[in-house]
């Protein structure tokens, strides 16, 4: 079944876009604009066509629009043939941290509404497409000629409220003394992007080592977070799985992007340096769409149906019922 981002869009918004913004970009500007411009287009139109369930304020300008209006019509075209899905939908008081995390709002002009939720207005809706459309891969080789890895602080440099990440890596927990160098790094990463009162809500999946008591495991991040980050409340859940029930790829999903890696995400020893070859692949939830929900979908099962050690929540999964 087909997933969608939770997308709020005020009437007045697609009016300025469809009527005023668009309309005025001749097609020989669009034919000689440079690539990444005409990209970012693209990736608006497949937000508003193919993967939003768009919640308007006012449906019934947007059907008396689609009459004239091509770029309505389109919209109209795309909701009744399996594109985005669309109903209407007043906004009062409606952005709450019940919405599905990968929440967005689409107003005309900039609102103060919760920072736990990116925001799209006039001003800055190209740059925040680009941000929930990003498309990149980055290699890691022992190599330094050949490594383009340079740490896991791009993360921050994506600019994304997060709020929420689940970690799945089979064999990533595997040595407690890895956890400096690896898993602390990107967590650091992560909790650093949330500017919101939120609790993060962290969840890791991997396979349980007989050797390691589980809350070895358990004390050993939650003291780290004690001690690095002293104000921040962060939710831990950790399911520790036999081989055959921990999911294969190796990925960090957090609530507007996906990461991927062709191997566990161990990348660095214990002295700091790269010790395996592989590459990632970065893609915002604009981007890989469907591969984003149907992975929420996998470990919303492992949620209902596997013992988990910690809080066992995490809002991702808890606000997910798109399938």
Known sequence: MKGYINTFVEYDFLEYLFVKE????????????????????????????SNSYLKIDDKVKVLNNAKENPLFMKLIDSVNTGGSKLKQETFDNKFTTNLATDTLLCFSANQNYCSCFLSLDSDNYLENINKISLNKTIIINKDKRLNQFNGWNFINEIS????????????????????????????????????????????????????????????????????????LKLELTLFLLKNNECPHDRNIITNYFLINSDNSFDFYNRNGQIQTNTVIKISGINIDTQNYFSLLHQYKFIFQNKKGFGSNINRMINNFNQF
């Open 160 to 231: 994304l409220p997060i709020n929420s990440a689940i970690i799945s890596d089979r064999y990533f927990i595997k040595y407690l003394s890895s956890f400096e160098e690896n898993l602390f790094k990107i967590i650091d990463a992560l909790v650093s992007c949330n500017n919101s009162d939120l609790p993060f809500h962290l969840t890791i999946i991997s396979q349980k080592d007989s050797n390691i008591k589980t809350s070895d495991y358990i004390n050993k991040i939650n003291n780290y977070i004690k001690n690095k980050f002293k104000n």
């Open 22 to 49: 668009i309309p005025k970009i001749s097609f020989q500007d669009l034919v000689t604009s440079d690539k990444n411009r005409l990209r970012t287009w693209n990736s608006l139109f497949d937000l508003i066509y």
